[in-house]
């Protein structure tokens, strides 16, 4: 049963950053890529970007380019995903997934982390 | 890259069908086989219901199927429950790595 493991609820200021992990189990690091997906509050989802951790090489969406970084540690099969600058408009849960590497459909997700920008 | 375009709700009584667009281009539903849905219960993070344009993963009903049509793919929900009232997306890939959601389509069963 694969199973990806999210770190909890965070509060940030406008202006700082917020790192999210997700902790992976089973195979997933050595055969599968890692997408990050966002949710705003009563929005739809939005994909932010991927990561092939046996590559380490991550893609993003060009909304987040310059904003986002997503890594992935092989040694603890866990894949993270820091946004800086945050701003508001970035209050929203954040999803981590499992990605099939060619056809990018998400076969399993995360319960999700809230991020809450305010002042 | 734009978002694909699903109607924003859909309604149907219990044992009825229904069917949900997604419309792309010809750079993303269009050019590939690519194309998944996602069910989202409230509070709840989404499920995999159909991948590959028509697959369906171990575990989901045959009640679910999907197609596509040029730039537009659908969903079809046959014999409608009450546990089908959620929210759907589809995805594209959308070349170079990139994935394209759906604005997504409440399901409301009347």
């Known amino acids: 049963q694969v199973q990806l493991v999210q770190s909890g609820a965070e509060v940030k200021k406008p202006g700082s950053s917020v790192k999210v992990s997700c902790k992976a189990s089973?195979?997933?690091?050595?055969?599968?890529?890692i997408t990050w997906v966002r949710q705003a509050p009563g929005q739809g989802l939005e994909w932010m970007g991927r990561i092939i951790p046996i590559l380490g090489i991550p893609h993003y969406a060009q909304k987040f380019q310059g904003r986002v970084t997503i890594t992935a540690d092989k040694s603890t099969s866990t894949a993270y995903m820091e946004l800086s600058s945050l701003r508001s408009e970035d209050t929203a849960v954040y999803y981590c997934?499992?990605?099939?590497?060619?056809?990018?459909?998400?076969?399993?997700w995360g319960q999700g982390t809230l991020v809450t920008v305010s002042s | 890259q734009s978002a694909l375009t699903q109607p924003p709700s859909a309604s149907g009584s219990p044992g009825q069908s229904v069917t949900i667009s997604c419309t792309g281009t010809s750079s993303d539903v269009g050019g590939y086989n690519y194309v998944s849905w996602y069910q989202q219960h409230p509070g709840k993070a989404p499920k995999l219901m159909i991948y590959e344009v028509n697959t369906r993963p171990s575990g989901v009903p045959d009640r679910f199927s999907g197609s596509k049509s040029g730039n537009t793919a659908s969903l079809t929900v046959s014999g409608l429950q009450a546990e089908d009232e959620a929210d759907y997306y589809c995805t594209s890939y959308a070349g170079s790595n990139n994935l394209v959601f759906g604005g997504g389509t409440k399901l409301t069963v009347l």
């Open positions: 997934a499992r990605d099939t590497v060619t056809t990018q459909f998400l076969d399993n």
């Open positions: 089973g195979d997933t690091f050595s055969r599968y890529a």
